[in-house]
Structures are given as C-alpha cells and as structure tokens.
C-alpha cells in the first residue's frame, strides 16, 4: 500500500503546507493571525479563507489577492491548494505538535518584536525550531511603531519604506543590524528576506505589522516560495494517512471529541481510528467528522458542518466513542480491511515515550 501510494505522488499535486507561530509574548502573534484573517470578514467568504479547528486554511486565491499588491514580486506561480496556518500559537502547541517523533509543522513563522528583538522564548523557541529541523522564517513585526513611520495600510513593505523619511529608514535599518547581530550570536545567519540570496544558510526576516497589514503580503508571498521551492517533496499529496491529535476536549452534546490535524491523506465517517490512550491504545470509530459552521451561518442552531469525507490538509474535530483517555499529541491511524490491529495499536504507542516528555515540559 505505501509503495502505490508513494508511485501516485506527484510534484503536480501537492497538498498545503502547514504553519506554525510562534514567539515570545506580546509580539503580537495572535494579531498577525488576526490581520491575515481579516480579509474574510471584510469580504464576506468570497477569499474562502475558512476558520478550522485549530487551524485557518488560506487558499490559493485568497493569497493571491493578498499578495497582488507585490506586482512582478509575486511567486510566479502558485502549486499548492493554499496554506494551513495552526492558530493556537506559541509552545504548547508547537511542543504537542509532532508527528512521528518531529514537529508536523512545514514551516514556522518566529515573531520578534522589532522595537525589543530577541527576547528569553525567542531564544527557547529557536532552540525548539533546531531541535525539529523546521525550517522558519522571521516576522519583524510592530514596524509602524518605528517613530514617525507613515503606514499605508495592508502596502507591500518595500513601497511602504520607500516613502518613509529618511530618518524613519535609518531607524530601521538600525534595529535590523541590531537584530541581525543578536541572531549571529545565537549562530544563526539573517538577512532581510529582499536581500536573501541563499535561503538554505540565511534565515529571511520580514518586516511586518499587524495593526496596518504592511509587509503581510510579503510575508504571505514568502512562505509560499519556501514552500514551493523547497519543500515539494515534502507536500506531494499521498493517500497514507497522517494526522496528529491536537486538543482533547469535552463538547456539550457530543462527549469527548478530539481535535485532529490531517496532515495527509483522507479520513472518512465510520473509519476505524486508533490513537495513544493514558491507559493503552484506544481502538474506535469515527461517529462525526466536524468544521466549524462558516461566519456568516453563525445563526444556525447547529455549531457545526459534518462531512461524510475529509482530505489533507486540514484541522478537524472527530467525534467518537471512548475518547475519554486520548492524548493531545499523539499520532492517530486508520485501520484498513487488511490492517492488524495489533500492529496499529503498536505503531501508535511508540510514539507514548516522546509524548510523555513533551507532557512533563509544559
Ligand atoms: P502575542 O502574545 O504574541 O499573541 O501578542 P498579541 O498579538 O496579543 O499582541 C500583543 C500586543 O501588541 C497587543 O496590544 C497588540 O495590539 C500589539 N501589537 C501586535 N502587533 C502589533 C503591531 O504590528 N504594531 C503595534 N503597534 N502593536 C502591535
């Protein structure tokens, strides 16, 4: 089964790249998150960007008129379907956050206070980034607080600074250097993302801000060139099963739930599923697959859409049986007609040592 499902990979559908932020706190990662969302409630559903569990799914076209703003910047070209960005940010999440022994997240995005620069969980989120090898790039973000900055909202930043007075740019080119040489000490190379000339060896820093959206485009553009560029291989879509168990939560009406990232593949209602226990492994089957019903049906009496069929990428919740004991974390598998049980529930606790030291850590 795994060798048909490798031979069908092509670099011509390749499923979304998943991303994670984090940071240290008040370096406004939360209204990053924000920022990018808002262009769905301005434009009503028309981007198609959907709230997830989780998660937020940007799709191609809601990027591509993020990004048009770039002109001749632009990737040429967009591969994948679109990008799934993980909301809940910081430690915790990226901690709980693996899947076979690594970090499920393709790419990360580090948030650095560009007023403040690298701050005590910059430093342990750098740390935490080397150990998974998750390539990540670095958002410069709260530039409209450098004194005196004109913002043009939601602008490309290269045009934003452009227009700024000459002592506004000496300012920042200051503080990147300041943050360049804070980076070499913790021995990493940093470069502005414009000036990058070899992303393998230079981590891309982005100037960002979340209150006026500049640079977002450049960020956006970015994480879809790594991606495409770098990761192909990475994000062919297969039909082997990949998702990791986020959240394990009590929902009034529904029981114990639990909320999952497909990473690849596809899961369906009245599947086999098999996840880490605290007691063992937890052998039972899928009774809901749920999203969130989409903004504007917020009215309707039911808080969720259930569907019949799920494919990667995305965030969902699964209802089922016997979820009681499930861990966040944990990796879970679908049982086919030739699989052994046995073997599965193996395969999933293999995992439980890893996951018990990311447990004692936070
Ligand atoms: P988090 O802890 O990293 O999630 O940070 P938040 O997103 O909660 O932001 C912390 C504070 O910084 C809030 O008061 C935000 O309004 C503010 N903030 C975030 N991003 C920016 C920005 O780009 N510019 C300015 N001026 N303030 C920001």
């Not at 406004?28 to 769905?40: E, F, V």
């Not at 000339?197 to 100037?207: D, T």
């Not at 690849?264 to 019903?293: F, K, M, S, Y």
Request: some cysteine; hydrophobic content about 40%.
């Amino acid at each position: 089964r795994q060798q048909d499902a490798m031979a069908k990979r092509s670099k011509d559908d390749l499923r979304s790249p998943i991303c994670c932020i984090l940071g240290h706190v008040d370096t406004g990662k939360t209204k990053l998150l924000d920022k990018i969302r808002q262009t769905n409630v301005q434009e009503g559903e028309a981007g198609g960007i959907t709230q997830q569990i989780g998660a937020t799914f940007f799709p191609a076209d809601a990027i591509e008129k993020k990004t048009a703003v770039l002109g001749a910047d632009r990737a040429e070209k967009l591969k994948v379907p679109g990008i799934l960005i993980i909301d809940t940010p910081g430690h915790e999440s990226f901690t709980n956050l693996r899947s076979r022994g690594s970090s499920l997240c393709n790419i990360a995005i580090l948030v650095v206070d560009i007023m403040h620069g690298l701050e005590p969980q910059t430093l342990e989120s750098i740390r935490l980034l080397r150990d998974r090898k998750t390539p990540f790039i670095v958002a410069l973000n709260k530039i409209d607080r450098l004194f005196e900055w004109k913002a043009i909202p939601d602008n490309s930043f290269l045009d934003s600074l452009a227009k700024q007075k000459p002592s506004v740019q000496a300012e920042f080119e200051k503080r990147v250097s300041e943050t360049m040489l804070a980076f070499a000490e913790q021995g990493l190379n940093s470069q502005l993302y414009y000036k990058n000339k070899n992303f393998a060896k230079y981590v891309s820093l982005v100037p960002t801000s979340a209150h006026t959206g500049e640079g977002i485009p450049d960020m956006l553009n970015l994480l879809i060139n790594l991606t495409q560029s770098r990761m192909s291989e990475k994000l062919m879509y297969i039909t082997e099963l990949e998702c990791t168990v986020l959240e394990v939560k009590v929902i009034e009406g529904l029981g114990t739930t639990i909320d999952v990232v497909l990473v690849n593949g596809w899961l369906h209602e009245g599947d086999r599923i098999v996840v880490c226990g605290l007691n063992g492994p937890i052998v039972t089957t899928v009774r809901a697959l749920l999203t969130p019903q989409p903004m504007r049906e917020l009215r309707i009496k039911s808080q969720y859409v259930h569907h019949k069929s799920v494919k990667a990428a995305l965030g969902i919740k699964i209802s089922a049986p016997d979820l009681e004991k499930a861990i966040a974390g944990s990796r879970l598998l679908v049982a086919g007609p030739d699989d052994d049980i046995e073997d599965l529930k193996e395969e999933v606790m293999s995992d439980l040592t890893n996951l018990m030291t990311s447990i004692d850590r936070t």
